[in-house]
Nanobody, 124 residues
């Protein structure tokens, strides 16, 4: 069974960058789609970006276009979320999730496996 662990969160100033990692164990990521989600205080969890098993990426949030990118390294069994030009409104708990369905979706129910989340705080 796929297990996911996020890391790389923390406190960063506006305009700064962070790279989140989603490390998988228990199974390989090869045939999984991996999505990144976030939940800001007082808001519902939302899909941000997803990468399919073939490397096709999908962006679900206009506000992160041009700033966030998703990538995968199947040799390391890890998916990354590179976040640049961070803004205070990016403050949230960030989750990665895996789906054996191989293709992307912004529906949370599509994903069977979830990490515990990592906090990202953007503040001066």
């Amino acid at each position: 069974q796929l297990q996911l662990v996020e890391s790389g969160g923390g406190l960063v100033q506006p305009g700064g960058s962070l790279r989140l990692s989603c490390a998988a164990s228990g199974a390989t990521l090869d045939y999984h789609a991996i999505g990144w989600f976030r939940q800001a205080p007082g808001k519902e969890r939302e899909a941000i970006l997803c990468i399919s098993y073939s490397g096709l990426t999908t962006n679900y949030v206009d506000s992160v276009k041009g700033r966030f990118t998703i990538s995968r390294d199947d040799a390391k069994n890890t998916v990354y979320l590179q976040m640049n030009s961070l803004k205070p409104e990016d403050t949230a708990v960030y989750y990665c999730a895996g789906s054996p369905g191989a293709v992307c979706s912004d529906y949370q129910s599509w994903y069977d496996y979830w990490g515990q989340g990592t906090q990202v705080t953007v503040s001066s």
